[in-house]
């Protein structure tokens, strides 16, 4: 159980790493100290909604192909995740990216909440990593291994929006510098890696 956990747990952090428009935003607002917690409740509740709908939904509607496509499956997805690490392998050495903040227009809870609503729905990349990535790595465990793994994903979306939100003040500065976003995708892709052969070998490609 505790491996599921760990994996789930590294698996979502690796995901919701990424730079984007919904991680700035929640950064913007650490910053400025508006509406810090419910932004980051918010995002971490929608993650976990999300994760769950993927292991459950892809479990009870597709469980006889699965069964019957397990090692096709778990290849398609080692091969998923060695391109997310190779992307992130080379923005080690080309990337030039930072994390710039700028001032919010957001001012009460609702206006806030519906901006954040809008860059984490209308992202089709949360539903491709959440429901579908997410909800296909969970195959390879059974029973409460399963909850364990789910667990461990929608508590991963927990600490680094929670983290992200009330430590950015002191992480911005830090996080504007290239170098330490470069360490950090070094750091993304080598978790990346690690799962892809994990998945590999389970689905007998190794």
Sequence with gaps: MTSAFLTGFFLGISLILAIGAQNA???RQGIEGKHVFYVALFCSLSDAFLICIGVIGITFFLNNFISQFSNILFGFSSLWLFGYGALKLKAVFKSNATLES???????????????AILTFA??????????????????????EKISFALGASIASFVFFFSLAYGAKQLAPIMKSRTSWRILDFIIALVMFSIAIKLADTGNWL
């Design 25 to 27: 935003f929640v950064l």
């Design 102 to 116: 700028e001032p919010s227009t957001a001012r009460d809870i609702l206006p806030t909440l519906s901006i954040i």
């Design 123 to 144: 992202n089709p990349h949360v539903y491709l990593d959440t429901m579908v990535l997410i909800g296909t790595v969970s195959q390879q465990f059974y029973g409460s």
